[in-house]
């Protein structure tokens, strides 16, 4: 039954009943989503050829010779070898019924050549008035039951300078949008009056456009897909399907610059749509236009969590591309840090003139839970007036609504609110491949392999060496005093493979002596593997010397993926190596990505020039754990840790979680978009041994989340608030690395 709304959500202004009621004029739809029954597809059982990478060069001739051999039904399947994981090609289309397979570790990468894309107007890598001058990378036209699948990746490689020019791709959108023309950049996946196409578990990244485009499509499914774009790569939309029917978009993890998902319908209707269970970051949201010419209708998204968009559940439109919306129902939807969370517009583009006024009708929000940010419900005129139904929607802390040619109804009673605490989940970040460089020595170690132990392996490695490790428990002391040494751990988890020895500063005179794993030149990197120090299991009762250090890090251009870092007192060492003349001494730069650090008293802590990101921060036994001792201690020196999306919490022993002490007078720490546990203290952050030193600390905090998150300004007063610059400049480990030859720790290396 549904009844008169007064008042829709917090901070929208009451209607009067007599108004509104003679207002309403809905009626649902009991059908608005993909009419196919949809399950979660399968990797493929036939392929019909394997290839390996061969060079570092184009190899589309290459892949599109094989995909053209392959019968239909089966797969070419792309997969890492010894001489590297990447294929580099140019466009490429996939036959009917063929299968392109990208393993695990594997990736597809564009070229960076804009001739290889052009589509014979010389303008692909130009700025035009029409932007249509090149392919995409891959193109199914005229296809059926043809699929891309893998856990690997497909790289775009937009934040690339194009060859034989300054400029990356995204600076060429940039720049095409200053001067009011149109960027020619390719597309990732085009798929044009193609039936029954699937995209599952493919991860892609980077495109120099729009990563997916459906253009008169019947029958589609994207399952398990990942799309990861920077929030600042102009025109890089996740997925939109156009004049196509029978869509479902499952279980997804899409962030970008631009639309997550954009619905549109130019050349035809785009209808019988389903968008289910999936995780929005940045972005412009779950959005339907602008081109909704043709009418777009029977829409359905469930149980979508939108974390950070800038738009949240979004229709948009204006009279010079406008039509009918109708029958879109939004259901079990959570949303956090929107500007505008609900947002139903039809000025999309300001003094747009024309005749196809956009008309929304019968948009059913139905358990729908926000947090902050200005709702926006404005219709054309009366004649045109949005038609909407609020059945169980709250915006905790909005802004007052703006509401304008609108009809609105309510449910009665109204439906339940979702839970969204369990629901704001870190973005799944990308495994690094576990590949040796393709032209440096291998010393392979294990059981039967030349090599019993890393210690002999190393004996025998050259600078740049690969080693890799079969999975098994090493007892050992392994030091790292190569540059561009390489250690690998082969097995499918990091527990599978452990270098663990028990050591402690009593033992061994200091505390960075005591480490298992020495990592002490530059350019080194470890990956997949568990590095454990022992001393505390084996010693419980022992406090004094029971320093024991794990990995001690202490070279620049390091890159840790993938570890597992155990010990309870002192775990990581992030430092740099030693150096007496402080600000004067060169910076280590340090990158750890899906990590998790296990200990009690000061498991992190150095004076390195580390971004952790995607850690698992995990105190253990004692009653209050210390998760960070900072030691920067003079002005200039560069140093300093940047936590983001990364999860503090702890086991059943401990009662209180402390962030961080300050090790030196200027230690500096920063916790970013990161989970903190409801046993984290208020203050966040305490004073070394009754020092004084919290006053001069650069301790900061941003967006955090989780029971242990509190609102700006509650922690002590010695927190830093960082401005505009300072919080662009941390939000990418590319940037807070940098350095003076501009290292980008975020991609694999070569």
Known sequence: MYACLFFLAEGLRPFRKAALCALLCCTLSSHAQDRRSVTEPTLP?????????????????????????????????????????????????????????????????????????????????????????????????????SSVMGEGEILGQGDQRMEGSTETWWQLARRAQREGGKQNNPRLIQINQSRNVVLYKIRLRNAPNFHVVLDRVQGFTAWGVVIDTPADARNTDG?????????????????????????????????????????????????????????????LVRGLTLDGTTWGLRIKSDADRGGLVERVRYE????????????????????????????????????????????????????????????????????PWKVRHTRLDTATPASPLPDCTARWLPFPEAKDSALPAPTGQVLLVGPGRPYASVTAALADARAGATVRIAPGTYREVVRLQLPGLRLLGEGATPQDVVIEESRSAADTGTTSKSAVVFAEADGIEIHNLSIANRFHDEHPQVTQGAQAVALYASGDRQRFVGLRLISFQDTLYAARRACNSGAACPPARQFYRD??????????????????DGLDIYGIERPQVIVTAQSCQTEGEVCGYVFRNSRVHADAAVQHIVLGRPWRALSTVTFL??????????????????????????????????????????????????????????????????????????????
């Not at 045109?384 to 802004?399: K, P, R, S, T, Y």
């Not at 008293?601 to 020039?609: R, W």
């Not at 401005?723 to 939000?731: E, F, K, P, S």
Request: hydrophobic share 35%.
């Open 45 to 145: 059982t036939t392929v019909c050829t394997t290839l390996e990478p061969r060079s570092t060069g184009n190899e589309a001739a290459r892949l599109q010779a094989a995909l053209n051999a392959c019968p239909a039904g089966q797969a070419l399947k792309l997969q890492r070898g010894p001489l590297g994981d990447r294929f580099m090609s140019g466009p490429l289309r996939i036959p009917s019924g063929v299968t392109l397979w990208i393993d695990a570790g594997t990736t597809l990468a564009a070229s960076t050549r804009p001739a290889d894309f052009d589509t014979g107007s010389g303008q692909c890598g130009r700025i035009d008035a029409l932007g249509k001058g090149c392919q995409a990378l891959l193109t199914l036209e005229n296809t059926e039951y």
């Open 332 to 399: 079990d939807v959570c949303l956090r840090n929107n500007r505008w969370p609900l947002s139903l517009t039809t000025q999309y583009a300001k003094g747009a003139v024309g005749t196809s006024i956009p008309q929304y009708r019968d948009i059913r929000f139905q358990s729908v839970r926000g947090q902050g940010g200005q709702p926006e419900l404005q219709g054309f005129d009366e004649a045109h007036a949005h038609q909407v139904l609020l059945d169980g929607v709250h915006i905790e802390g909005a802004a």
């Open 673 to 750: 978009d990161s989970e903190l546990d409801g046993r984290v203290i208020l203050a966040g952050f305490i004073d070394w041994n009754q020092e004084n030193r919290l006053p001069t600390t650069r301790y900061a905090e941003v967006n955090s989340r989780g029971a242990g998150a509190v609102p700006p300004g509650t922690r002590q007063s010695h927190m830093r608030t960082l401005d505009a610059a300072q919080l662009h400049t941390i939000a990418s480990a590319n940037r807070y690395l940098a350095g003076s030859d501009g290292w980008q720790p975020e991609r694999s290396e070569p």
């Open 239 to 299: 997925i939109d399907p156009g004049a196509s029917e029978d869509i479902t978009i499952a279980h997804s993890f899409i962030r970008t610059g631009d639309d997550n998902i954009a619905i549109k319908a130019l050349r035809g209707p785009s209808r019988f749509i389903s968008v289910l269970d999936n995780h929005f970051y940045s972005g412009h949201g779950m959005s339907i236009g602008s081109e909704t010419n043709a009418g777009v209708s029977d829409v």
């Open 595 to 612: 990590t998790v650090v296990i200990g009690a008293v000061d498991f992190i802590f150095g004076n390195a020039l580390a971004y952790f």
